[in-house]
């Protein structure tokens, strides 16, 4: 699986947008990037995922760059409750669907 | 509430026993997944079933066995306990078995176990 390299911790002010960042210079064409977040022990949660184009749900935004070498997950709204982990995944394209974890960045939304 | 069933949520033994978690998948899911989380390792594949079948191994000791029944429930059995096997272990489940962009693991509450 291509690498991932995350910022150990982040802080955000509650109510503004959190930007976390991820590079992934070595992902290939087929590989998708994945973000997880995983909130004190509670089981992991997925947040959202993307190929090339940019995607949005009712969590997040991912922004991909356009060499694909990096992205970023937008929280546009920081709440207390967003404070936990956040994993960068990049998924290499096989016959398992098996997610690898790294270390992730600890995110603290405060008051 | 995910989907995906653990039981125990916490368990206590002692070392040299034996023991055996559940994880129900969400409806429809074929895939099962399980990770351990330590304090030191961060979470950690263990191994995939698809459809009764294992699908991928990871780093899963050899004291350490799973399977998945036909009902698609899947249990990890770990046996001769040591103290290094206290962790959370998590299971996840998917529709399918490929790592296609549409199969996204969805992750259970876990079972915390204390090994004494």
């Known amino acids: 699986d291509a690498k991932t390299t995350q910022p150990t911790s982040m802080d955000c002010a509650e109510g503004r947008a959190a930007n976390l960042p991820c590079n992934h210079s070595?992902?290939?064409?087929?590989?998708?990037v994945y973000w997880y977040r995983q909130i004190h022990s509670q089981g992991p949660q997925y947040i959202i995922h993307g190929l090339k184009n940019n995607e949005t749900n009712e969590m997040a935004s991912l922004i991909i760059t356009e060499d694909r070498k990096s992205s970023t997950l937008i929280l546009p709204h920081a709440t207390l409750r967003d404070t936990a982990v956040y994993y960068c995944i990049v998924r290499t394209s096989s016959n398992t669907g098996k997610l690898i974890f790294g270390q992730g960045t600890t995110l603290q939304v405060k008051p | 509430d995910s989907g995906v069933t653990q039981t125990p949520k916490h368990l206590i033994t002692a070392t040299g026993q034996r023991v055996t978690l559940r994880c129900s998948p969400r409806s429809g899911d074929l895939s099962v997944y399980w990770y351990q989380q330590s304090l030191d390792q961060g979470l950690q594949f263990l191994i995939q079933y698809y459809n009764g079948e294992e699908r991928a191994k990871g780093n899963i000791l050899e004291r350490f066995s799973a399977q998945q029944f036909p009902d698609l429930h899947s249990e990890l059995n770990l046996s001769s306990l040591e103290l290094g096997d206290s962790a959370l272990y998590f299971c996840?489940?998917?529709?399918?078995?490929?790592?296609?962009?549409?199969?996204?693991?969805?992750f259970g509450a876990g079972s915390r176990l204390t090994v004494l």
């Open positions: 070595t992902i290939s064409g087929n590989e998708y």
């Open positions: 996840a489940s998917s529709p399918s078995a490929w790592s296609s962009g549409a199969n996204v693991l969805t």
